[in-house]
């Protein structure tokens, strides 16, 4: 049984700070894509950053120089460095692994930036 759980979230103030960390079972790691996106109330789900298991990244405009994606093949977790936060950062985040043929979803925890 595929598992992503997300730890991490929580309220912090703007221009704060938060990790979250992503916990996968169930699935073949180092072959999977491991990404973030999010989903603010009223707004469609939009990526946040992927990473590759060779250590590939993207980001989305609105996070890079401020977020930073990793990942610890050994132990099966995926980081989201938050830096910086924002309002408009205030979002259900969300962890995906994806390979061919399977995309993966985690059940999400909630990142609230106060102004």
């Known amino acids: 049984q595929v598992q992503l759980v997300e730890s991490g979230g929580g309220l912090v103030q703007a221009g704060g700070s938060l990790t979250l960390s992503c916990a996968a079972s169930?699935?073949?790691?180092?072959?999977?894509?491991m990404g973030w996106y999010r989903q603010a109330p009223g707004k469609q789900r939009e990526l946040v950053a992927r990473?590759?298991?060779?250590?590939?990244?993207n980001y989305a405009d609105s996070v890079r120089s401020r977020f930073t994606i990793s990942r610890d093949n050994a132990k099966n977790m995926v980081y989201l460095r938050m830096n910086g936060l924002k309002p408009e950062d205030t979002a259900v985040y969300y962890c995906?692994?994806?390979?061919?043929?399977?995309?993966?979803w985690g059940q999400g925890t909630q990142v609230t930036v106060s102004s």
């Open positions: 169930g699935i073949n790691f180092s072959n999977n894509v």
């Open positions: 995906t692994a994806v390979r061919p043929g399977a995309n993966y």
């Open positions: 990473i590759t298991s060779g250590g590939f990244t």
